[in-house]
Structure formats: structure tokens, C-alpha cells
């Protein structure tokens, strides 16, 4: 158990489909974020949230849609999505930076791993 | 264009060996450094962070070493075990927000 878990932890969906992964932290983190990792590609940030705000989009499509109600959960809504969004979807927190001194440790989930058929 | 890079892709050894694993990036903007282990099909586990201040940490027998001013950074494994056989990351951690930047990844394979 790494204090972050994800779920569900495989996932097959259609093109049309509507999907969620959660992740929630039990870790008193305030910073909350969504990797990507596609086969043959290094992993690839797509959001950041600091204390339940967006701070990061990283050019992500909007099929891909992310919720933050509160800095223990992460959502990460999937709408018409397409067979090149496979991937393992991670999920990491950690507590926020303080400036160039801040030593930002990620905690990691294990992983959603998502197949779009 | 990628700003992490560790070579080689991937390694593989005899049990015992000393594993040398590199990193560099390009980005001067980076000023901490960490190392993950993946296991096939999971997430990340942290092993080692460095901070700016910091040229070395070590856990056991692991070591990782940073030099700023080249852009490189070293994870060394001590007398390799077939449990040691996961794909390495290091991800490089710039001064101005909480973001990593990922290299491709070592795969290591140690052989009993």
C-alpha cells in the first residue's frame, strides 16, 4: 500500500463510452497530479492541482477531463476517447514545494491501465 | 525534443554485477533530481531524491549522484540481485512549480 490508490485498475471502454478513474491519497498531500504512460514514450505529465486549483494543463485534449473536490481525490473523466489514449494512467501526490528549497517527493499509485477498443 | 535522457534503454547482467545506470538532461532549469523503480504493469516506487544542495544520496545499496553543471546524474546498484531486474526512471525537478520531467527509463535485467 503506497498511501495512494487508484481505481479501477484495468479498464476496457469504446470509443463512445464515458468513463471515471479515481485516485484518493491518504497521505495529507496538497498536491495532486495525473501522469500519463504510453508504451515506448517517457511518462507525461498532464495536470497538476495544488490545494484542489489546476495549476498544470499540459496541452491535454479535452476528452480527458479532471475533477479535484477536495486534495485527497483525483478524478480523471474519459469522453470519446481514442484507441491512441491507451495507456497506464498514474496518479501521484505530493505536499507542495516551497520554493527552490522544497524537496517534492512523489507518491505514486500503482496505476489504471486503459484500453480504448 | 527530449529534455531527460537515460541511456542505455535497457541492461542486462549477471547477479552480482554493479549496475551503472545515467541520466543527464539538458534543461539547467532543473535543480533536483529522483529516481523511481517500475515493476512490469505497476506504478512508480521513489528509491533515491537529490536535492540541489546534495551531490549524493545512498540507500543501502543503492547511490545516486548528481552534477548540476554537466546535466548528468548517476544511479549505481551494488552487487546486482535478480530482484533488482525493473525499469529505473529518473525524473528531473525544476526550481518553479512541482512538475517532473521524465527520462525514457532503464530496463534492467539481472540474471541469476
Known amino acids: 500500500e503506497t498511501g495512494v490508490t487508484q481505481t479501477p485498475r484495468h479498464l476496457v471502454m469504446g470509443m463512445t463510452n464515458k468513463k471515471s478513474l479515481k485516485c484518493e491519497q491518504h497521505?495529507?498531500?496538497?498536491?495532486m497530479y495525473w501522469y500519463k504512460q504510453s508504451a515506448k514514450k517517457p511518462l507525461e505529465l498532464m495536470f497538476v492541482y495544488n490545494f484542489k486549483e489546476q495549476t498544470e494543463n499540459n496541452s491535454v485534449p479535452s476528452r480527458f477531463s479532471p475533477e479535484c473536490p477536495n486534495s485527497s481525490h483525483l478524478f480523471l473523466h474519459l469522453h470519446t476517447l481514442q484507441p491512441e489514449d491507451s495507456a497506464l494512467y498514474l496518479c501521484?501526490?505530493?505536499?507542495?514545494?516551497?520554493?527552490?528549497?522544497?524537496?517534492?517527493?512523489?507518491?505514486f499509485g500503482a496505476g489504471s491501465r486503459l484500453t480504448v477498443l | 525534443k527530449q529534455e531527460v535522457t537515460q541511456i542505455p534503454a535497457a541492461l542486462s547482467v549477471p547477479e552480482g554485477e554493479n549496475l551503472v545506470l545515467n541520466c543527464s538532461f539538458t534543461?539547467?532549469?532543473?535543480?533536483?533530481l529522483q529516481w523511481f523503480r517500475q515493476d512490469p504493469g505497476k506504478g512508480l516506487t521513489s528509491l533515491l531524491l537529490?536535492?540541489?544542495?546534495?551531490r549524493e544520496q545512498t540507500s543501502g545499496r543503492l547511490n545516486a549522484s548528481l552534477d548540476k553543471s554537466s546535466g548528468r546524474s548517476t544511479l549505481y546498484i551494488a552487487a546486482s540481485q535478480p530482484g533488482d531486474s525493473a525499469t529505473y526512471l529518473c525524473?528531473?525537478?525544476?526550481?518553479?512549480?512541482?512538475?517532473?520531467?521524465f527520462g525514457g527509463g532503464t530496463r534492467v535485467l539481472v540474471k541469476p
Open positions: 525524473a528531473g525537478i525544476k526550481a518553479a512549480g512541482n512538475k517532473l520531467t
Open positions: 497521505l495529507g498531500h496538497n498536491a
Open positions: 501521484a501526490s505530493s505536499q507542495e514545494g516551497t520554493g527552490t528549497s522544497g524537496a517534492n517527493v512523489l507518491t
Open positions: 537529490i536535492q540541489s544542495s546534495q
Open positions: 534543461d539547467s532549469a532543473i535543480y533536483n
